[in-house]
């Protein structure tokens, strides 16, 4: 898998030496050369809003920060008072909530971070609480795309969005309360490779924008594929880019004035950059199933008990030899603790350590306590400098903040 991070046996010895495992390491010049890609493919006007729930690590955003992203597109008020604090300024920050309540309207607005509203509910009772207030709405194109169905995002079996059939309620409703419309918003979906899906979601987003000529910007969201399979080819982005240009210089034609085109990407920066690093505990079989053993689990990883998503999984101790095909799974007390079936691995032995690859999205920011088992800790590599960006907890630091030790 080129270009995607797989860290050598022997840094990955030296930090479980130091920390024990499983742990999380990065490679900050991957996250560096994502940045850089996004840029290429989609010209420098473009601006990058990371998706910070892909991975919320502040190390890992201070270098994307440093690599030219834009700014950050966040879901919840902890995640806008983490890029305040790491200085994203408010007008650096947009917040596209899910069902938000009153009360989350209102302490985002406290920040002066833009809202991109996706139902007709909260733009009505936004509307009532900030009449005259700027506001971004999110479309829902009718069309959507991902690697299954768990992480599609439009489309009319998806929850997110405004439809194209109560559009119109929601003019009269901008209308009606002088909203300010600053921006469109959509998104389609995790984990799409192909343009087709994109540029018709695109097409419509421009359909409707031509009813506002005074748009600030046209966000078309994130979702770009990476790689989780060996054999996987790298996504063509500059594809993604010319699909989509021809429509966009011809809607700035007709609109009379160029639009600032916003991208929201959190998979495509991070994942690539960050494998999950654990040792192989136990092998055992069954009369059908050759089992091997690792010292992680869904807690750490969720993606491929969640999504049945697939991670590649690389024997760091073994590169040559004979493979065998075995089900690796996790320390979890659960049956779906599964990383991956039939996976062909060179002999592995107990005691090796094995990276689960392109884990650096929704893997850390998705883990759990489960288990009662502790987080991760975090590395990150640059060039010749590791440093630990997040620390193990003992049992007493997991329970102080409930009061109990």
């Given amino acids: 898998m080129k270009n995607v991070y797989i860290p050598s046996l022997e840094i990955c010895e030296k ?12 490679d900050a010049q991957t996250l560096r050369d994502r940045v850089a890609s996004f840029k290429n493919a989609f010209g420098q006007r473009c601006k990058i809003y990371f998706a910070i729930k892909a991975n919320f690590n502040p190390h890992t955003i201070n270098v994307l920060k440093s690599a030219g992203i834009d700014g950050i597109d966040a879901v919840s008020p902890f995640e806008i008072e983490l890029a305040k604090t790491l200085s994203f300024r408010s007008n650096q920050i947009i917040f596209t909530g899910n069902g938000s309540s009153d009360e989350e309207l209102k302490s985002v607005m406290k920040e002066e971070v833009l809202c991109n509203i996706g139902s007709i509910s909260e733009l009505e009772r936004f509307g009532r609480m900030f009449p005259k207030a700027n506001v971004s709405i999110r479309l829902n194109p009718g069309v959507g795309d991902g690697e299954n169905e768990n992480v599609i995002t439009a489309g009319d079996a998806s929850k997110f969005g405004i439809i194209e059939r109560d ?50 910007f046209i966000d078309l969201g994130g979702g770009f594929g990476v790689r989780y399979h060996e054999d996987q080819a790298q996504i063509d982005l500059i594809s993604f ?17 160029p639009v600032e085109l916003r991208f929201e990407p959190g998979k495509y920066l991070v994942s690539e950059s960050t494998c999950l690093v654990s040792k192989i505990t136990t092998r055992k079989s069954t009369r059908t199933q050759e089992f091997v053993c690792l010292d ?12 049945g998503s697939n991670h590649q999984i690389v024997n760091l101790n073994r590169k040559d030899g004979d493979k065998i095909k075995a089900t690796v799974v996790g320390n979890v007390c659960e049956s779906t603790d599964v990383f991956g079936k039939n996976v062909e691995m060179v002999d592995p032995k ?53 009061g109990f030790v």
């Fill in 15 to 26: 930090l479980a030496d130091e920390y024990g495992t499983p742990f999380f390491i990065t």
């Fill in 167 to 216: 559009f119109a309620i929601a003019k009269a409703l901008i209308n009606k309360f002088e909203l300010q419309l600053k921006g469109l918003h959509c998104h389609i979906g995790s984990g799409f490779y192909k343009t087709e899906v994109f540029a018709k979601a695109v097409f419509h987003i421009l359909q409707t924008a031509s009813q506002f000529p005074s748009l600030d």
């Fill in 241 to 257: 880019g010319s699909s989509i240009m021809d429509m966009v210089n011809k809607f700035e034609e007709e609109n009379g004035k």
């Fill in 296 to 307: 992680t689990g869904f807690h750490h990883l969720i993606r491929p008990a969640l999504y």
């Fill in 350 to 402: 107990e005691g090796d350590l094995v990276a689960l690859v392109s884990a650096g999205a929704y893997g850390s920011s998705m883990s759990s306590l489960y288990n009662l088992r502790p987080y991760a800790s975090e590395v990150m590599v640059d060039g010749s400098n590791v440093t630990l960006t997040r620390k193990r907890q003992s049992f007493v630091e997991t329970f102080q903040s409930l």
